[in-house]
């Protein structure tokens, strides 16, 4: 496991049974989420959680924000939220993003998780 994995999961994700080892954590109200974004993909798709990222494919290059857009998008569709609530943090012109998400995407997210793998 990388570094950036580990100290995410030191920081507090946990599950909704008590485990741990997805990708996001809840805090103050709002989701956090670490996401591997790989552009120019064959197709937009959720592949799964490795490494303490979820791993999401995307159809589009990564030029001038069209990935990071695409990923707002695609989370924002599965995740039954407005893409206005699905704010990229950091992570702009990397692969490694974090995510923040409301509250309220938290059981969505955890299924999102749960089947991708």
Known sequence: MSSR???????????????????????????????KAIANAGRSEVVGVRAGELVVRLRVPALEGRANRELVSLLSRRLGVPRSTVILVSGRTSQHKLLRLPAGAAE??????????
């Open 5 to 35: 994995g580990s100290s995410f999961y030191a920081e507090g994700m946990v599950r909704p049974d008590g485990g741990s080892g997805l990708p996001y954590r809840l805090k103050q109200g709002e989701l956090s989420l670490q996401v």
């Open 108 to 117: 969505a997210l955890y299924g999102l998780c749960s089947s991708a793998d």
